[in-house]
């Protein structure tokens, strides 16, 4: 009889009494480990396949020693560069002794981690500072809010004066006159060679053709008016 398991991220084929190397589990030397991840069981020619894993089905084991794997050693190089590195590794692994192989009704147990004990460090005291001065204010009373009720007046309504258009008075308008000019024409005064002064009379400009014309007319139009009235 035998199984295909997972383990820590590895297939192996496990048989009992069968010790294996796995990469480094958690527990301690002499903890018990059980693997639920059961890809396939053979017993006696009958095989079950899981899709992708057998229900119920379990291999449990017990840890025997936590180890390190021989050392590997990693050489790199390039040419005409002058680089050359050498380095070593060594896996962790954990040997492992396979106790049983259960097909079917296999209950895992819950493993309960131990808690590791907290640390406590001790703070180192700080010097404080001398704390400032700090005057108290006087608190103040509460004032008492006193409501004052005012005197509530009727207030008249409003009556706009209604102005007639008749009753407003239209701006004074001022009646310019005009003065025709009076002024009479001084006598011109001219002085002579003996020191005596001649005063010559401002002429009036005789009338135009045209003026004559028009008083010719108007002495014609009177004439037959008068004429008329009188008939003769």
């Known amino acids: 009889m ?15 009494d069968q010790k294996i190397y796995v990469h480094r589990l958690g527990g301690e030397e002499g903890d018990k480990v059980e693997f639920d991840k059961v890809l396939l069981i053979e017993n006696d020619g009958k095989v079950l396949v899981g899709a992708p894993v057998i229900k119920g089905a379990m291999v449990s084991g017990k840890i025997i020693a936590h ?11 390039k040419r005409r560069k002058g680089y050359k590195v050498l380095r070593g590794h060594r896996q962790y692994l954990s040997q492992v002794l396979i106790e049983s192989i259960v097909e079917k009704g296999a209950i895992k147990t819950e493993v309960k981690k131990k808690e590791t004990p907290k640390v406590q460090v001790k703070e180192k005291p700080v010097a404080k500072k001398p704390e400032a001065i700090i005057k108290e204010t006087p608190k103040k009373k509460p004032v008492k809010k006193t409501t004052v009720k005012k005197a509530t007046s009727e207030k008249k309504p409003e009556t706009k004066a209604t102005v007639k258009t008749a009753d407003m008075k239209k701006p004074a308008t001022k009646k310019v006159e005009v003065k025709k000019s009076t002024t009479a024409k001084k006598p011109t005064t001219k002085k002579t060679t003996s020191g005596k002064t001649e005063t010559k009379k401002a002429t009036a400009k005789k009338p135009s053709s045209e003026a004559k014309k028009t008083t010719a007319k108007i002495e014609g139009t009177k004439k037959t008016s008068s004429s008329k009235k009188t008939g003769k």
């Open 67 to 77: 180890l390190k794997d021989d050392k590997v050693k990693v050489f790199k190089k």
């Open 2 to 16: 035998y199984a295909i398991v997972d383990m820590a991220g590895q297939q192996f084929k496990v048989e009992k």
